[in-house]
């Protein structure tokens, strides 16, 4: 009775409130940039659009190491902007946000006044007044007492420099840029217009041969009174150097209109202003020309002001952030889901210019898509999370992210791993892909050529010889495991990953009718207990003969040092990786009470990583021992509040292009993706009062999802979980089950 | 008597020679494209067409000291082949022929075979069985077993690779060149196209600001099996290089095929041949786009064949080098003659596209021209002989070069100093366009707009403040010369330019009726006299205040060393440069005795330099001695025998864009422009027995003027000369007189 009667009034509530957000609630005010700047999560509070292919970072990773203490060139450092530096050196227009390696961070503008000065170095300044929102951000340059503005379309930067009455320059740094590759092509159409190109590549300091171009076009609202192009050359050494007065120095090419190209030049505009003015410059970006790069800022920005953009783009993430919308928990709960939301909507990221057209990989070719091209696809993470939180959010997306995924098949040859603008960058580990295509269409995404996808899952699953994403697949087809005689790097990790995969093939097969493949693949999946060692209670790296590597040390690995057996982790954080297969592990430690012992020893003995991927899973694995699923909600909650917060060290570790992201949407609604291809998510508890999902009725049943938290004194009830009013019984529920319903309730002890 | 009866026989031989000429002289077969490709002529020995944008050019001047001697980067070398060196790293396809400092020898072909090797140093190769001729080169690359044949339209290279059976590789290398430049972009379109730029610029080590974009299309006339672009990128210094496994390695780029940019880049086209197979490869080149590089190519050579073309552009030299006709001289003097004639028509060059656009000088446009563009104005050097040469026997060429001299200055508010590819840069010193306009309009040749020629004189002979064409102005105006105060290198050459340019200036006022103008300027013409020192004997430099600068020495200069005084030579070298003033120096140096006597120390203190321009018309002078021409006849010919020989050192010094060729031609042809902008000839005696002159009747009244060298024994005719079967009693002749005459006969005695 208590029940009902709480349904009637909370419905009585939600209409209400429902009311109350569709006209006043915008989670956009609840977006915080600068979560991640800090604790190398790698994000940047630079303008964005949602998957936007260009942005607007803030760029004070270069030089003056006295200010930068995080200096891209001194350290491994994977991102434009760090909050603790001060020392900013412009605005870089393509980005890669919360990954671990150096890339794009190019085509970096930058205001000063006075005197031309192209060394970075020297033209650098510190600034004051950083905001910054969903698309907008904003700062002013102590130096140049100048203020910046930016936003973004999805393929356009857009920049608004507030300058004070005099000299005023506005340059284009292409020389300067997060990526280690060199080379760029500048050509100064007009006095309002300068285009051009950058080579940028070598993600992760991998394929350095696949380095590419990314074209620009920039618009400036204003005429230059004057420009030109600057070029530093390499220094010619020998006899000949003698008479060469400028060997190995800056040149300044003072109106200079033709191309000039080489591996250190910019370009610069130049103002002088009788009094205080602003200039705007717009860059569209395209990895396919200059002509669709110009097209892409025609269509999207032409003519429109700084503040139509920024309009524009707010009600894009307005858009796509009411997906959910939230009731109660604090201001800082609030912040910390929508800003992980947000950073979920960053990668993959849109590829294609606005006419269609991306570059394919492998094949050279110009391709063209009716739909959209993404690209990002940091697979070893966001098999994990990611892609089931965006089969539920955005389920289109999510499927144009699996029909870009078999294009890349279709013109590659194989399946992506870690994807980056039509490169395989070849990092990380395991066969991602597979389970991001069977998770996507077991959740009832089945809009895609699914026998291409199993087509493409069995090459990379079977395919022995020069088989590019498995390898060391021989020994594990004829094993169980990779050994470490393979040669290949972590083989207990790759085992394990192999066997992820194969277990969502497993589950993908069985749905298709292929009970054949089903029973082989199932099988394959839980091959990882070979490297069970009951001695030593760990997974442990093993010769090929059986043997183990001698000298285990199940603390190895951690903070990413060498490892003979995982890769990113130790022996702890790999151990209870394979969710699919805990029944197993827990026969193998030897039943539920030795399990749950091993698991609180993770977090006891402080080996929980929460920076990284494999052990992501492990706080919902209590659920798997009945009795003990509180310490499941315990532990998600204080995770939640130890490693996310509303502050620029407000994530655990590098976003993973919005994997560490989806686990705090995931955790903070009360439900995570137990096992990857599996629908069945396991269940926690709410942070927030209410949330409500808006789901997309193209796909799934039901407007809405409801969740609620209602605190109750007393044990009476607390911790039981109803749906659509009746009692569940169990942590676990299926995602069918979910969208099939219309509200979650959880009970939770009033402390 | 005898001589009537001589001319009716020699009436009758002539017209038999016509036709046998007519029909079978072949001036084309006295073409050896080595004169001159050692002892610093600086010419190549490439295929080219005449006037051509494009050549090929045998490139040895890199890398392998041991077995390049004169290697372009341990010392001041300007041309892409020396006759000495042996190593040989591919074959260039645009070139500055005779220059004396270092600029394009960029966009370098190389066959190799075997693996693929980018490094210059280690793929170059030996070469063998060198042929040159005018339109066509070929060798044969020892190392590879390769044949290589070259030939050339005004606007496309084509190269021809006779490959053996196996795998075959044609680069494409964009980082080696002559120019100390770098930067290039490369575009493999498909397996039969590369497309892109090379930034060149920077001649003479002067104004790198000014380094522009030469752009190519190269088409093979086999689809390579495989391709792709390298790329050696800058070494990165810093922590970040220790996982660069890469850092500063060159990286192959395989079927690569979006744009590359770099300072040091390359393309290749790699071949596996059953059997030995030719590949022919076509490079247009433009300097305004790829489109006109590739529109250059379609139109001018297009599907032809390398023996099409080829046989193209042997017609096109046999037109052009028919212009004069000899007969009689050894086979080594009508080599000698037809090549200087051939050096003659290299430069100035074609500048525009087929399609008549070319880049502005100064103002970052793309002009279009209807007729022709020229460039490559080495004015100090040409305006002494290779312009009144042009204008006899070239008259349109003059025209347009003259009208491109205009446009230059529409385009750039000052006519041209040493104009190379639209960049003034500036080179050697005085105001020669000046006498180039003046003289060309005081020949006949009157098609131009004179009254902005006149205008564009005057601003460079008058406008004190920012005159880029006369430092030192402000002093030669108010003292008459400028001083070694002023800041100004070789100030007393200078003077004497100055003093050139101001004759001319005089001539064409008063040829315009400007008779106030040309009184002026008669009188700046001489102001060179003030620095004459009577003690001395020299001319000599001076302090603002009038006194000399101290510590004269009349030798330092000699040999490119530096001298307070004079550029590139020393006070003998430019003691007579004046030759328009020459009766006022005897009345100088206090009458004809004493200035023959200094003449002749001249020559027989070894001061007289066959390799540069100041003295140029010295051995001429002694027609202002009457009864000493005999010694202007013997001087002449003695000069012409040691310096201009049928070997590569058969060219006193760097060619000077053919002024050092043009030279031998008139000296030759027995008659020489005493003084620039005056129209009067110098006459010697002829080399040859027969030179007919064919005219352009455009612009001339006769078809021809026939000069005859008529051989007596005895005293009673030597040096008499005959103009129209009359005798001159002169040793100088009019343009005029000479060009509406028949014929000139110089009879010589017979020793």
Redesign the interface.
């Known amino acids: 009775m208590v029940s009902v009667l709480r349904v009637v009034f909370l419905g009585l509530l939600i209409l209400v409130s429902l009311r109350m957000t569709a006209q006043d609630f915008d989670p956009v005010n609840y977006v915080n940039p600068f979560i991640g700047t800090s604790n190398y999560g790698a994000t940047n509070p630079g303008a964005i659009a949602p998957r936007g292919m260009a942005s607007v970072s803030p760029f004070n990773v270069a030089g003056r190491i006295d200010l930068n203490p995080l200096e891209?060139?001194?350290?491994?450092?994977s991102n434009p902007y760090v909050y603790e530096n001060t020392f900013l050196t412009g605005f870089s227009h393509v980005n890669i946000s919360g990954v671990g390696c150096?890339d794009l961070g190019v085509i970096i503008t930058m205001p000063t006044t006075g005197a031309l000065e192209t060394n970075h170095q020297k033209y650098g300044s510190t600034y004051t007044e950083e905001t910054a929102k969903a698309g907008y951000y904003s700062t002013k340059l102590k130096k140049y007492d100048v203020e910046v503005q930016a936003t973004a379309s999805t393929r356009t930067g857009v920049t608004r420099y507030s300058f004070p009455a005099g000299k005023s320059n506005i340059l284009l740094n292409l020389g300067l840029g997060l990526t280690?590759?060199?080379?760029?092509?500048a050509h100064i159409v007009s006095p309002t217009e300068i285009e051009g190109?950058r080579?940028v590549g070598?993600f992760c300091?991998n394929n350095?041969?696949?380095?590419?171009?990314v074209y620009f076009v920039a618009k400036f609202s204003k005429p230059a009174d004057n420009f030109g192009v600057w070029?530093t050359?390499?220094k010619?050494?020998?006899?000949?150097?003698q008479?060469?007065?400028?060997n190995g120095k800056t040149?300044?090419?003072?109106?200079?209109?033709?191309?000039?190209?080489?591996?250190?030049?910019g370009a610069y505009m130049t103002y002088d202003f009788s009094s205080p003015e602003q200039v705007e410059v717009k860059i569209g970006v395209s990895y396919v020309s200059i002509e669709n790069a110009r097209d892409n800022l025609e269509n999207e920005v032409g003519d429109s002001s700084f503040e139509e953009v920024y309009a524009q783009t707010k009600t894009e993430w307005k858009k796509k952030l009411r997906v959910v919308e939230v009731e109660g928990g604090t201001e800082d709960e609030k912040t910390i889901f929508y800003t992980a939301l947000y950073h979920t909507q960053i990668h993959p990221n849109i590829f294609n210019d606005v006419n269609g057209e991306y570059?394919e990989i492998a094949t050279?070719?110009i391709g063209k898509t009716e739909g959209t091209r993404y690209t990002t696809f940091s697979l070893w993470d966001t098999y994990r999370n990611y892609h089931q939180l965006m089969s539920l959010l955005y389920p289109q997306e999510q499927l144009d992210m699996v029909k870009s995924m078999l294009e890349m098949y279709d013109e590659n040859g194989w399946l992506p791993k870690w994807e980056l603008n039509s490169t395989e960058t070849f990092t990380m580990v395991g066969d991602p892909a597979a389970i991001v295509l069977a998770d996507t269409y077991l959740r009832g995404l089945t809009d895609f050529d699914v026998d291409k996808a199993y087509e493409a899952m069995l090459k990379s699953a079977t395919q022995i010889e020069e088989n590019p994403l498995r390898p060391g697949l021989e020994e594990y087809l004829k094993k169980g495991y990779v050994s470490v005689d393979a040669g290949v790097p972590g083989p207990v990790s790759v085992t394990q990953e192999y066997n992820a995969a194969d277990y969502a093939i497993a589950l993908l097969a069985k749905e298709l009718g292929k009970e054949e493949d089903h029973e082989v693949f199932k099988e394959r999946s839980v091959s990882y207990r070979k490297l069970y060692n009951s001695d030593s209670k760990f997974l442990q790296p093993k010769h090929i003969d059986g043997d183990w590597l001698e000298g285990f040390d199940p603390l190895a690995g951690a903070n990413f040092t060498k490892n003979p057996g995982f890769i990113e982790g130790n022996a702890w954080q790999y151990l209870f990786m394979l969710s699919h297969d805990a029944e197993g592990l827990i026969q193998l430690m030897g039943g539920k009470v030795a399990y749950e012992k091993k698991l609180d020893a993770v977090f006891n003995e402080g080996q929980f990583d929460m920076a990284n991927e494999p052990d992501f899973a492990y706080p919902y694995l209590y659920n798997f021992i009945p009795g003990s699923e509180h310490k499941a909600q315990k532990k998600v909650q204080e995770l939640l509040k130890e490693y996310y917060k509303n502050s620029p060290d407000g994530l655990p570790g590098n976003d993973d292009t919005g994997t560490m992201s989806a686990w705090a949407v995931y955790s903070m609604m009360g439900f995570y993706p137990q096992v990857p291809a599996e629908t069945t998510y396991s269940l926690t508890a709410p942070i927030f009062d209410k949330i409500k999902i808006n789901l997309n009725t193209d796909f799934y049943p039901k407007e809405n999802l409801v969740i609620i938290k209602e605190e109750v004194s007393g044990k009476n009830k607390a911790g039981e979980i109803f749906i659509d009013n009746s009692p569940l019984n169990t942590f676990f529920i299926k995602h069918e089950t979910l969208i099939n319903s219309n509200e979650l309730l959880f009970f939770q002890d009033l402390e």
Chains 1, 2 share one sequence.
Request: glycine share 8%; hydrophobic share 30%.
């Open positions: 891209k060139d001194s350290q491994w450092l150096p280690n590759e060199q080379g760029a092509m190109m080579m070598s300091y350095p041969e696949a380095a590419y171009p070029k050359p390499y010619n050494e020998g006899e000949e150097a008479w060469m007065a400028y040149r300044i090419k003072e109106r200079f209109s033709r191309e000039v190209v080489g591996d250190s030049i570059p050279g070719k």
